[in-house]
Every structure is written in structure tokens, then in C-alpha cells.
């Protein structure tokens, strides 16, 4: 069974950085397109940005300047740059992968456990 496992959250002040990574576990063939998502309390979850195999990338227009998606497919592990933080940028933020090609088959809408960012003003 796939497992993608978030990290890098934390807390930051207003106009800072961090790094998020989402790691990819198990027998993977191929991995399509992977997003990122966030929600923040008492919201509905939001798609943050997109990255296709080819490395293609979509953001949001409330990231879009500010944050860099990326990945590495040699790793199975996808990234997101977060610059310029602000208060609003705050929520647990999630990977997803539509479509995972591995040993066993296909594995559809496959999320990790989140990491929570926290921007403090």
C-alpha cells in the first residue's frame, strides 16, 4: 500500500519561509499529476498548487508569486516552497496523488496526514 508522508510544517512569523515535502512509500511504478491542499479551521480544504510528471506547474492565485511547487520523481517526493508567509496562509496542508501506478495495481486519490503551518503576525 502507497503512503505519502508531509513534513516541514511548523511556525513562522509573517513574511517568513518554510519548506514542505511529501514523501511517496511502497512499490511505486509512477506517480501522475500531485497537489497540494490546505485547510484551514472551520473552512473547506482548497487546492493550493499542482505539478504534473513532466513538471507543468498550476497555482492558486492567492500563492501564485509566493509559493514554488516541485518535485523529484526519482524519489517519489514533491515539495512546496512557501515564501512571504501571512497570517491567512495558515491551515494543515496535504498532499495528494490522483492516480499511483505500483506492483499491485492503481491507487486512486491517495491523501497524507497533513502538516499543520502556523503564521503567526
Known amino acids: 500500500q502507497v503512503q505519502l508522508v508531509e513534513s516541514g510544517g511548523g511556525l513562522v512569523q509573517a513574511g517568513g519561509s518554510l519548506r514542505l515535502s511529501c514523501a511517496a512509500s511502497?512499490?511505486?511504478?509512477?506517480?501522475?499529476?500531485m497537489a497540494w491542499y490546505r485547510q484551514a479551521p472551520g473552512l473547506q480544504r482548497e487546492l493550493v498548487a499542482t505539478?504534473?510528471?513532466?513538471?507543468?506547474?498550476n497555482y492558486q492565485y492567492f500563492v501564485k508569486g509566493r509559493f514554488t511547487i516541485s518535485r523529484d520523481n526519482a524519489k517519489n517526493t514533491m515539495y512546496l516552497q512557501m515564501n512571504s508567509l501571512q497570517p491567512e496562509d495558515t491551515a494543515v496542508y496535504y498532499c495528494n496523488a490522483p492516480r499511483i501506478v505500483t506492483n499491485r495495481g492503481i491507487e486512486f486519490d491517495t491523501w497524507g496526514q497533513g502538516t499543520q503551518v502556523t503564521v503567526s503576525s
Open positions: 511502497g512499490r511505486i511504478f509512477s506517480i501522475d499529476t
Open positions: 505539478i504534473t510528471t513532466g513538471g507543468s506547474t
